[in-house]
T-cell receptor
């Protein structure tokens, strides 16, 4: 299996622009998680889905952030409009399925976002 | 509420020395516990996990961890560290009926040549 796939790996954009991050979970996994990691705040859970349904979005910082999971193999995290304080590394992770143990998450390589 | 505490922000050990990274958790029932490692510029990789059974669990890269219910701890150990072990290490806990993992704040490990 290719593991969790994220794109792009790096994104540089100007303040006010829309940013879309993409994630393909491991096939057969039924839970998907979006995290943000910064030096100041560490690793933060933004939102997670079970069976494509958002379960907990309490970590989403504000309305500028939105996430969707239209099917079991694809999710997006959108920031509109972007601000410099959104600069961070965004990770996607997935869990579930017979191959993984109960609840352990597998992480993608992350997207490094820089907003100037 | 579930929580994880990693009391050491940064640890430096000499190459070849033994290592122990501390982790304390708070959870009412038997938790599922994990250790993840993050190398610079990389995502998090699962080192090992504890669900039940033998309280000493073996992981990848020569790491092991011991679950001690009486101390609410799940410390990570390695008998002899290598320079490639320099990374950030995260302890994590999840309840048996939940999907969401609670991560500790991480411990950065540096290796002295």
């Amino acid at each position: 299996d290719a593991g969790v796939i994220q794109s792009p790996r790096h994104e540089v954009t100007e303040m006010g622009q829309e940013v879309t991050l993409r994630c393909k979970p491991i096939s057969g996994h039924n839970s998907l998680f979006w995290y943000r990691q910064t030096m100041m705040r560490g690793l933060e859970l933004l939102i997670y889905f079970n069976n494509n349904v958002p379960i907990d979005d309490s970590g989403m910082p504000e309305d500028r952030f939105s996430a969707k999971m239209p099917n079991a193999s694809f999710s997006t995290l959108k920031i509109q409009p972007s601000e410099p304080r959104d600069s961070a590394v965004y990770f996607c992770a997935s869990s579930g399925g017979e191959a993984s143990g109960r609840n352990e998450q597998y992480f993608g390589p992350g997207t490094r976002l820089t907003v100037t | 509420a579930q929580s994880v505490t990693q009391p050491d922000i940064h640890i430096t050990v000499s190459e070849g020395a033994s290592l122990e990274l501390r982790c304390n958790y708070s959870y009412g029932a038997t938790p599922y516990l994990f250790w993840y490692v993050q190398s610079p510029g990389q995502g998090l990789q699962l080192l090992l996990k504890y669900f039940s059974g033998d309280t000493l669990v073996q992981g990848i890269k020569g790491f092991e961890a011991e679950f001690k219910r009486s101390q609410s701890s799940f410390n990570l150990r390695k008998p002899s560290v290598h320079w490639s072990d320099a990374a950030e290490y995260f302890c994590a806990v999840v309840g048996s009926s939940a999907s969401k993992i609670i991560f500790g704040s991480g411990t950065r490990l540096s290796i002295r040549p």
